[in-house]
Nanobody, 121 residues
Framework: QVQLLESGGGLVQPGGSLRLSCAASGRIFSIYAMAWYRQAPGKQRELVAVITSAGSTNYADSVKGRFTASRDNAKNTVLLQINGLKPEDTAVYYC???????????????WGQGTQVTVSS
């Protein structure tokens, strides 16, 4: 089994910073992409940032220049550094990973339980 555990959410004032962390554990042979999604109340879940095992990143236009994803492949972790937080960044942030549990398995998507980020004065 595979588990993704997020941490680092909280209540922050506009302009503040947070660092979200996600650690994958369990039977893992390989992880390709790790990503962060978010879902605000009444809205669809959206992709925020994705980082491949090679370190290539891609970001939603709304967060470019403020969010930075990084990854520690040895520890199966992905971080999301969030700077310049805005009220519209308020959402539950979910970690996602494409994981192969055994050498000849297919990659499958796994999700964390989510961590709340609230930006308010």
């Amino acid at each position: 089994q595979v588990q993704l555990l997020e941490s680092g959410g909280g209540l922050v004032q506009p302009g503040g910073s947070l660092r979200l962390s996600c650690a994958a554990s369990g039977r893992i042979f390989s992880i390709y992409a790790m990503a962060w999604y978010r879902q605000a109340p009444g809205k669809q879940r959206e992709l925020v940032a994705v980082i491949t095992s090679a370190g290539s990143t891609n970001y939603a236009d709304s967060v470019k220049g403020r969010f930075t994803a990084s990854r520690d492949n040895a520890k199966n972790t992905v971080l999301l550094q969030i700077n310049g937080l805005k009220p519209e960044d308020t959402a539950v942030y979910y970690c996602n990973a494409n994981i192969k549990q055994r050498r000849y398995d297919r990659f499958r998507d796994y999700w964390g339980q989510g961590t709340q980020v609230t930006v308010s004065s």
